[in-house]
């Protein structure tokens, strides 16, 4: 099994808490945040993991995520490709004709497990894991009259969101932009062709952008948010 790391993030909405790492590669835990998902994804078998990194900085993702069981292979962008793109150009890299692909910047607490099972299940081109949508905002509740009748802080809707984790089989794989963003593009190609899935995950999952997520992935692993990975090494 193999998956692809989409790593070309550049950490500047974090600014000084990123120690000027690239963000895939910015402490969490005392470890970079794509560690815990190369740990994860070698709970589910993967022995091979493609980096899609920036011009220059292969060396650095090697020296930070080997050792932890999978093969890393940095696949450097010779330009910014967009995420369609640079999940494109480290394709080209696999062995097989598919792979788990995800988001560099994500901390999930998924069974890649269960992911490959629910693909395997249904006659897909690519499965994408979607996450319940949680309401950054407080509702207010509104009755007649438009009288005001309570508030509820950040709830949940009844949508659900991609969280920048998936399987992508063969045709999925064929079927990348060369630039731009897959999510705009192939996915919704393939769904409007019936050939798209969805993995439902209502565990943790945190994009890491601000120095609040920061904190919050941070006492998320403190309080065992983690569940589907041993300690790293």
């Known amino acids: ?18 120690e000027g790492r690239p963000k895939p590669l910015v402490r969490v835990g005392g470890r970079p945040l794509a560690a815990y998902q190369v740990a ?9 993991v493609l980096v899609s990194c920036a011009a220059g900085q292969g060396a650095l993702f090697l020296a930070e995520l080997g050792g932890i069981g999978p093969e890393i292979v940095p ?10 793109g ?8 696999l062995r097989e004709g598919e792979a788990f692909a995800l988001n560099g910047d994500e901390l999930v607490d ?3 497990s269960e992911l490959l099972g629910r693909h395997r299940d249904a006659p897909v081109a690519a499965t994408i894991v979607v996450v319940p949508f949680e309401s950054p905002f407080g509702v207010v509740q509104l009755g007649d009259g438009d009288l005001v009748t309570g508030f509820e802080e950040a709830p949940r809707l009844p949508y659900w969101v991609s969280c920048g984790v998936y399987f992508l089989g063969a045709e999925a794989l ?22 798209l899935a969805a993995f439902r995950h209502e565990g943790l999952w945190l994009t890491v952008n601000t120095p609040k997520d920061l904190r919050r992935a941070e006492e998320s692993i403190a309080g065992g948010g983690l569940t589907r990975i041993g300690p790293l090494r």
């Open 174 to 195: 064929e079927r990348l932009p060369e630039r731009g963003d897959h999510e705009r593009t192939t996915f919704p190609e393939l769904a409007a062709e019936g050939k």
């Open 40 to 48: 994860a994804l070698a709970e589910a078998g993967v022995e091979r």
């Open 86 to 93: 640079g999940l494109r150009l480290a394709a080209q890299e």
């Open 1 to 18: 099994m193999e998956a692809i790391i989409l790593a070309g993030g550049k950490a500047e909405r974090l600014g000084p808490a990123a």
């Open 75 to 84: 696949v450097e962008e010779p330009e910014p490709l967009g995420r369609g």
């Open 110 to 112: 998924l069974d890649f």
